[in-house]
């Protein structure tokens, strides 16, 4: 970014020596943290700092904090950040000022509209300033409620704001492999699952369970692949979905019921002997008289 650019470079420190191999080039992809603020408020919009946003009160338990992966020289970024980026060396840390030209632009009046209050309360919102809502798929603040009216202006928050900007390159990968993990994050957020393979130009994606289903996956894999082809000059890129047939769970086999051991027929009751009729004993066979046997 040069002077006539409107950007200030002051250079702050030093961490390391880099060769020529580090020069950042257009389309690639970096790490870098950083604060950005608006200079005439002093207000903190953004940080990769966990602890600066705590003390500025801009923690988003959603955001994850550290150094961010950018893609340079490819429009991806505030003009002036982005041609700043060009000329910065890895471990150096610099602040730079950037005019609205050369920021989010200036502020536009026609996007700034009226819209009627039946218009939100359809989808039960209650219209306050500085409410940010979504009207016709655009999203704008509340700037005014008046009595049957509310006026949303349509435009960036930082239109015809000056920036101000402390970053510092900490690396700048050069591996393939690392190269689209830092794709993947930054452009579907995550590279957790993904199985990557390359060979030569062409580059295969195995895509983890949970992305199949995704549908904010179906928007950024055609940005993975425009980013994949300006960050390494990728030829064909491929994603793989694979669906595996579960295997069947074999039952356990009831176990067969074991047949109770058949009872021996018991031995046949002995008849009765012949009982004496005065006593009811029985008479031992030799006990019996002449007269019993003759009957």
């Not at 058949?262 to 002997?273: G, L, M, R, V, W």
């Amino acid at each position: 970014m040069t002077e006539k650019d409107g950007a200030e470079k002051h250079h702050v420190k030093d961490d390391k020596k880099h060769d020529s191999d580090s020069k950042i080039r257009p389309g690639d992809i970096v790490l870098a943290e950083f604060d950005a603020w608006i200079h005439d408020t002093g207000e903190l919009f953004d940080t990769t700092s966990e602890t600066v946003a705590r003390e500025n009160k801009i923690y988003n338990e959603k955001m994850i904090y550290g150094a961010q992966p950018l893609m340079v020289g490819k429009s991806r970024l505030f003009p002036g950040l982005d041609e700043h980026m060009l000329t910065a060396d890895i471990g150096k840390e610099y602040e730079i000022t950037i005019p609205p030209e050369n920021a989010a632009g200036p502020r536009d009046a026609k996007l700034v509209e009226l819209h009627p209050v039946r218009e939100f309360l359809k989808q039960e919102i209650e219209p306050q300033v500085g409410l940010e809502v979504t009207v016709r798929n655009r999203t704008g603040t509340i700037t005014a409620v008046t009595a049957g009216r509310v006026r949303v202006d349509f435009n960036n928050r930082l239109a015809g704001r000056t920036l101000r900007y402390k970053y510092k390159i900490t690396e700048k990968p050069t591996k393939p492999k690392e190269v689209v993990e830092l794709v993947l994050k930054m452009s579907y957020g995550t590279s957790e699952g993904f199985d990557i393979e390359h060979h030569g130009k062409d580059y295969k994606l195995k895509l983890p369970d949970a992305c199949k289903y995704d549908q904010k996956w179906i928007l950024s894999k055609y940005r993975v692949v425009t980013d994949l082809r300006d960050a390494l000059d990728a030829g064909t890129v491929a994603f793989i979905e694979e669906y595996t047939k579960p295997e069947k769970k074999e039952e356990p086999k009831a176990e067969e019921k074991k047949e109770a051991p058949k009872e021996e027929p018991k031995a046949e009751e002995k008849k009765d002997a012949p009982k004496d009729d005065a006593t009811g004993e029985e008479k031992a066979p030799e006990e019996l008289t002449e007269a019993d046997r003759k009957e």
